[in-house]
């Protein structure tokens, strides 16, 4: 009896160091329902993260800012998100270092693009002078915006900016043509052509990081082999993905917003496998941030990014 007990005991005490999970690193892990987290839904369910000792929560988030409250109050252990936010995120004070890019753009895969509502009668960019577009300021959202339109050598203020967060609310003002325009990530884009939107341009060939996993660095005070262990898992989902993605369409329609109806229409991207972004990606952002905000001064590379190091 008495060693029935103490088993318990030791058990339970394990339990409580380990983290509550698989008695791995329990890490709280923000995101939002966007195409580019399905490495992450994917290793989650596969037990790749199960099988480096890692419990994961999975946390969705409806916008970026709501998730960033959550990461700023303490909530959160990492989060999925575009690179520019977690610049600022970094350059604010808050102690976050990228692992790995989630998602570079590919000249073979749109994942962002300017969508005309389906009644404005807007086919072309340049019909869209001084009109409407519906973004997410200070996020990826905005940058490719600017970045697409510089592309065409445009000025950035060639349409006048629409601050709408919530990604399914400027999905829905778009097609209640309440907005003339609104730059949509995939695939969100496909189903908003299905409705007889147009896209006006888009982000293939920009060579941009837009999306990266991040984690604040204390965890790996706590546990120095905790990015080396994610990403093999994050990883083998990746190989996975990329091997047979119609396979992963039943994940992304329960857990990315793929909607049913473009599940045969929709094809899923190539996801990198992890690597950081450059530093020419880096700066690329530090630029526009500061430019955007006319003050501040870039930081350094390795106070964005988490080293092998550290």
């Known amino acids: 009896m008495r060693l029935r007990i103490y088993q318990t005991l030791v058990f ?7 983290g509550i999970g698989y008695g791995g690193t329990t890490v709280r892990f923000g995101i939002l329902p966007v195409v580019d987290t399905l490495p992450l839904w994917v290793a989650l369910e ?11 929560r999975i946390v969705p988030f409806q916008s970026a800012l709501e998730r960033d409250a959550a990461l700023q109050a303490g909530k959160l252990d990492g989060y999925f998100g575009d690179i520019v936010n977690t610049v ?9 270092g990228i692992m790995t890019t989630a998602f570079h753009t590919h000249p073979k895969h749109r994942m962002f693009g300017i969508v005309s509502a389906p009644g404005s009668g807007i086919k072309r960019l340049s019909e869209l002078q ?39 609310v400027r999905v829905q003002v778009l097609l209640a043509d309440q907005v003339p325009a609104a730059l949509l990530p995939e ?25 990266v996993l991040a984690l604040k660095r204390d965890i ?15 990883d083998s989902a990746v190989r996975a993905i990329n091997h047979d993605p119609d396979s992963f369409k039943g994940t992304m329609i329960s ?43 870039p930081i350094p590379y390795h106070r964005i990014v988490l080293t092998t190091t550290e």
């Open 46 to 56: 596969k037990g790749f993260f199960e099988k480096q000792e890692i419990d994961i």
């Open 88 to 96: 600022l995120m970094v350059r604010s004070g808050l102690d976050l």
């Open 130 to 168: 001084g009109k409407q577009v519906a973004i997410s300021s200070a996020t990826i959202i905005e940058y490719l915006l600017d970045r697409i339109l510089l592309s065409k050598d445009l000025p950035f203020d060639f349409v006048e900016k629409l601050e709408i967060k919530k990604i399914p």
């Open 12 to 18: 339970l005490v394990i339990l409580f160091l380990g």
């Open 220 to 234: 790996i005070k706590r546990d120095r082999s905790f990015v080396d262990r994610f990403l093999t898992a994050y």
């Open 187 to 211: 695939p969100l884009i496909t189903l908003a052509q299905t409705k007889g939107a147009h896209v006006l341009a888009d982000d293939r060939d920009l060579d941009l990081c837009l999306t």
């Open 255 to 297: 857990r990315t917003r793929l909607p049913e109806i473009i599940r045969d229409r929709y094809k899923p991207p190539i996801f990198p496998e992890a690597d950081l972004p450059s530093k020419k990606d880096v700066e690329a952002a530090q630029k526009w941030i500061i430019q955007s905000n006319r003050e501040g001064r």
